[in-house]
DNA sequence: TCAGTTTTTAACTGTCAAGTTAATTTTCGA
DNA sequence: TCGAAAATTAACTTGACAGTTAAAAACTGA
């Protein structure tokens, strides 16, 4: 990789970065360009040579979310051993990833109301291979009688609704920190599945 | 109320619906005027008689929305006499409200970024007094030992957050009701508080 | 029926932002 | 160092939409 490539590299990071603490703030509708470009200090039409649209650059950076946490969730499936361990630990990391990039995840809430056509397929077929991994877990914990017999997808979805929630009442400045809230969480949720009380 | 009043009543109610129907689906700032109009054969000149600004609409749209689920759990409170009834009772009819006016609920996810001022702070009101109510149910089921000792922000947060959820995944044409969807929710999240498993 | 009031409409204005472009400046490898 | 390629810019075009208005239509009660 040149030097040139990774200068665009690094450019087109700090324009998406821009990009989403702006549209996580105020909408993607409600975000200009203009706004984007200038808080790095450039103007619109350079935005414009790293992307070809707006929507365009929406898609990369919702993109670059949904992959880094897939592997996330692989890492931590490869490293623990027991179902239970794997699942908890899973949790903790998917809500302290969720509030380290808590701006980014806000945007993308809605994907069918934010892309269309390929790119909707492509962020629905991330997010579903991130459900897989959880449903997963789950099916093996109850496999191993580990956990209650139960309904997967409501369960992983109440377990992902939950976590994902996060985002929308964390407080930076109340008193438990991101690794507090994601345990508390994961144990709380666990409870669900847990068949020992 | 004399007739007149009753039919701008009925007409401001229509363009609640109509507005909510397409924000819904395609969101606040990409649906236009006209659209919300030319749903009721109208054109947009008299949407705005009946409402000052786009932004009006949407706010009398949520207001709504929040007061008729504050007077839904009031009921359950009312009618239900052990604890645990009524916290189940309350998020069974918290999911069938949310499944039957879902479109609206998808709209006011995030009101910080809809609304400001005095509008946001009567939203925020509505869904504090909301939280309350779970939050009073929660306590009274510690303090009856019904529930384990529990931190009751996170799992108030875990619960609605969860139920909120379930906008997003549930679909009408799978084999679930709305009913038995809000029942079984309602049972698992229950295993987070009670006591006896 | 008809006069006054309410409601609706079409046509208009002003603003704002997405995207383009052609000219200028910067960068970097030979 | 120099020239070609890459990157940046200011100025522009275009289209869309919120909100206005003045005139027309519909309604209603006497």
Request: hydrophobic letters at 40%; glycine letters at 6%.
């Amino acid at each position: 990789m040149s030097l040139r490539e990774r200068k665009t590299a690094k450019k087109k990071k700090e324009i998406i970065q821009s990009a989403v603490s702006i549209i996580g703030e105020k909408g993607y509708h409600a975000t200009t360009m203009e706004e984007i470009a200038s808080k790095l200090l450039m103007t619109k039409g350079s935005v414009y040579y790293y992307f070809k649209d707006k929507q365009e650059l929406l898609f990369q950076s919702q993109k670059l979310l949904l992959e880094q946490s897939l592997e996330n969730i692989k890492e931590v499936i490869k490293e623990k051993e027991i179902v239970q361990e794997k699942l908890r630990e899973a949790m903790v990391v998917h809500v302290e990833f969720l509030l380290t990039e808590s701006t980014g995840f806000e945007i993308g809430a809605k994907p069918e109301q934010l892309f269309s056509g390929k790119q909707l397929e492509e962020i629905l077929s991330l997010r579903n291979q991130y459900s897989q991994y959880i449903d997963e877990l789950i099916i093996e914990g109850v496999e191993a009688q580990v956990f209650h017999e139960a309904d997967v997808k409501i369960v992983r979805n109440i377990l992902l609704g939950a976590m994902n929630s996060v985002i929308e009442w964390y407080s930076t400045d109340g008193q438990k920190g991101k690794q507090e809230i994601a345990e508390l969480m994961a144990d709380y949720l666990l409870r669900i599945l847990k068949r020992d009380c």
